[in-house]
């Protein structure tokens, strides 16, 4: 919902329903980026309102379109870290895969050592007093 004038559109303050400052902080990050912003901020009226108000100014430029830049930018950014995460987690995924088949190689090798040993003893021909 947005709440601003109608005289001036470079001002306006939006109430995000059901969000709390996950959102709301990330939204108020990406609006201060933004070199078209002068004032960009947040508060939560209670603790107990699952809402945030959004406080936008503009140098000009509409702080609905402002707004609406900033919320997507955040999602391009969030892919962008998805993506990385996702690609780290398979990378993790391979890796682990490659060291338990090294383990499982290692162990392999060590009973099949063991093996040739006892075989080796057992094969000895050892005479007892």
Known sequence: MEHGSFTNDSDASFTLAEEDHTLANAVRFMLNQDPRVTLAGYSIPHPSLECVN????????????????????????????RSVFDKAVSEFKVEQARLAAEEEEKKKAEEEAIKKQRDLLASMDIESD
């Open 54 to 81: 959004v406080r936008v100014q503009t140098t000009g430029d509409p702080a609905r379109e402002v707004l609406k830049d900033a919320c997507q930018e955040l999602m391009l950014m969030n892919r962008h870290v």
